[in-house]
């Protein structure tokens, strides 16, 4: 959702970054330390970003992350994955474009920044490298290892041509993209609304967790009541960000149990080409899931305290090796769905997360839908009529279906990484897009 009605430049980004900073920050030590630079300094910094977006070399684009923060303030004795390895020049660099040109296929985007400094005499300084790791995209990837937190410090990321986010740390303030200023996408997956939307296969999963507990000859652990709710989004962020890193596109459709029966067989919404036995392996995504339970249950249990809550934070440091397994294999199964979405057609899943099938072709008229809203707030209770006109036959055709079934939930991801989610809302085809910084060129 644009902020502005005209093309956008450095200076709007700028100021935009001026206005929302103190929005952003937390009750870290580092807000005394991490301080803005002045808005001529910011303005200066955020346009060499752009000039060198613009640049490539050696036919690569120009991509990096960068960091503003005195070198002093990294601990030198630290290093990855639990900490940030910072690198100091015995000599600083200068700041310009051209330097950025040529260091940037040195620091790669997934793990490293570029130190900056602000000098009172000489101004902008690249002083080296801040080495973090990958592990700050397991937001975006999914996954269970334990990602290590950016100081408060200003963050920008450079994905290609004009495209420029603003970070204060591992938080997303704004991005300049195709001339646009858009503030931090909202996380869907956090609504309310799509919450109650699985809260039945979620009932359904306690419930066999439940029976298999009751089994059990030693006490296991209390799972929290929204482990579940994080672990099936993991899984989402994985197809998701599998799907992007292909570059070719893809669309994933979620149906209720009820009208996925239905549309298994000749109906008027969809064909799906390549449908799949109903056996145990369409519904291994559940099995897996369960099977996570279990095991994170037995092994978190305490003899001592058998009313022991466990939940995601915990989960993500638990040592065992059952558990890794079928964390592992959870994950491939994503991306066995991912690829599936390579071919024309959308993949097909129930709320129940039992793989139907995919190549499934929409039926009936993709122009149907006239107008959709975009979504402005988690729920989508503000919302700004646009015309479905202006997106590809991928995105027309899921406004169609969520038009015709309510209940279905559509996920369309672009080829350039974009991510929309489409559903029905308060009498309307509404979506969200959930733009990923570094990933869909943000």
């Not at 030198?76 to 994955?81: I, N, Q, R, V």
């Not at 997303?172 to 858009?182: S, V």
């Amino acid at each position: 959702m644009a902020v502005y009605d005209r093309h956008a430049y450095p200076a709007e980004l700028a100021a935009h970054i001026v206005e929302r900073w103190k929005e952003h920050s937390t009750d870290s030590i580092d807000q005394e330390i991490d301080i803005l630079p002045d808005q001529r300094m910011l303005e200066l910094l955020i346009s060499t970003c752009y000039q060198a977006s613009l640049m490539r070399e050696e036919e690569r684009v120009v991509d990096f992350r960068l960091i503003v923060r005195e070198p002093t303030l990294f601990a030198a004795e630290e290093g990855t994955p639990e900490g940030l390895h910072r690198l100091i020049f015995t000599q600083p660099r200068p700041f310009n474009e051209y330097e950025l040109q040529r260091l940037s296929p040195a620091v790669d985007f997934y793990r490293s920044l570029i130190g900056v400094r602000v000098d009172r005499v000489e101004g902008l300084q690249m002083w080296g490298i801040v080495h973090s790791g990958p592990r700050w995209m397991q937001s975006v990837f999914g996954g269970r290892k334990i990602a290590v937190a950016l100081p408060q410090s200003l963050v920008i990321h450079v994905t290609g041509p004009g495209r420029i986010s603003a970070y204060r740390g591992s938080t997303l303030i704004a991005a300049l993209n195709h001339g646009r200023i858009t503030p931090a996408p909202h996380n869907v997956f956090e609504s309310a609304w799509l919450r109650k939307s699985f809260v039945g296969v979620r009932e359904e999963l306690y419930r066999k967790h439940e029976e298999a507990r009751a089994r059990a000859a030693v006490p296991w652990a209390v799972l929290a009541p929204d482990f579940v709710r994080v672990l099936i989004q993991q899984v989402v962020k994985r197809i998701i960000s599998s799907i992007r890193n292909s570059h070719h596109g893809g669309s994933l459709v979620y149906l209720p149990e009820e009208q996925a029966a239905a549309l298994c067989c000749d109906n008027q919404y969809m064909t799906i080409k390549y449908q799949f036995v109903e056996e145990e392996p369409r519904q291994r995504l559940r099995t897996l899931i369960v099977g996570i339970m279990n095991a994170f249950a037995e092994a978190s249990g305490d003899p001592s305290a058998p009313d022991r809550v466990v939940g995601w934070e915990d989960y993500v440091v638990c040592k065992n090796e059952v558990l890794a397994q079928l964390d592992e294999a959870l994950f491939d199964v994503a991306h066995l769905i991912a690829g599936f979405a390579a071919i024309d057609g959308a993949v097909v899943i129930s709320k129940r997360q039992e793989l139907l099938g995919f190549g499934a072709v929409i039926s009936g008229d993709i122009d149907k839908v006239e107008a959709v809203t975009n979504a402005l707030d988690l729920e989508g209770t503000q919302r700004i009529i646009v015309r479905s006109e202006g997106v590809g036959t991928r995105h027309r055709a899921a406004y169609r279906l969520c038009h015709d079934l309510q209940d279905a939930i559509v996920i369309v991801i672009s080829h350039d990484g974009n991510a929309r989610i489409v559903a029905w809302r308060e009498g309307m085809v509404t979506f969200w897009d959930q733009v990923t910084a570094g990933v869909a060129g943000f």
